[in-house]
């Protein structure tokens, strides 16, 4: 049976602990590091078999910033689905991370089932990408570049703000691509949207 194993890596003890309780009490295996680089010597060390692995991060930490825990897993060729956690002031800095790859992020506080959710979302992407998701990928690839990176950030729950902000262009722009996408991919609505994004097309 595949264990899904998230990787929590926050300096706040109190937080780690308790972001650890509500992810194992949702079925994943939990393990926690105070610091990037602790988790960097024990995933290193790690036989990666049946797990479906996914990386939650703080954003602002002291010696190693969740940005560079993430430049440093590019250096080393790791792909995990990485999950931003950050206070309201680090979005920018999380924006700069969705550039660079990493799945999501969460404004603290947030909610157990946002937190669950977006998890799901970045695994399911992940093997979506991996895998080849059939019809859905047939449709996927009518998509421009520029199309599929929109999906993508509809898919982490961005609003069209923070999807511009990211990719630099207007929200106008946004909504257009957005509508194009859709019409492409035949759907109506954000829930078909995402099972066509997911793969269950």
């Known amino acids: ?45 790690h036989r990666h078999g049946d797990a479906s692995e996914c990386l939650v991060s703080d ?19 790791i792909q995990l689905p990485l999950v931003f956690v950050t206070a309201h002031g680090d979005v920018p800095l999380a924006v ?34 991996g895998s080849g998701g059939g019809m859905a990928n047939e449709l996927l690839a009518k998509l421009s570049p520029r199309e599929r990176q929109v999906l993508d950030l509809v898919v982490a729950s961005k609003p069209n703000k923070i999807i511009a902000d990211i ?16 019409g492409k991919l035949g759907v109506r609505s954000l829930p078909e949207l995402m099972k066509v994004a997911l793969g269950h097309g």
Request: avoid cysteine; hydrophobic fraction near 45%; charge should be negative.
């Open 59 to 77: 954003i602002r930490m002291p010696e190693m910033s969740g940005l560079q825990l993430q430049d440093e897993l590019g250096r080393r060729g």
């Open 167 to 182: 990719l630099g262009i207007s929200i106008k722009t946004v909504e257009l691509h957005r509508a194009n996408m859709m």
């Open 1 to 45: 049976m595949t264990v899904t194993r998230v990787y929590l890596v926050d300096d706040n003890d109190g937080f780690r602990d308790s972001t650890a309780w509500l992810l194992e009490t949702a079925g994943f295996e939990v393990e926690s590091f105070a610091s990037g680089a602790a988790f960097l010597e024990a995933y290193a060390g």
């Open 96 to 129: 700069e991370a969705m550039r660079k790859g990493a799945s999501n992020f969460l404004e603290k506080p947030f909610s157990e089932q946002a937190l669950v959710d977006a998890l799901r979302t970045a695994l399911a992407h992940a093997r979506n990408r």
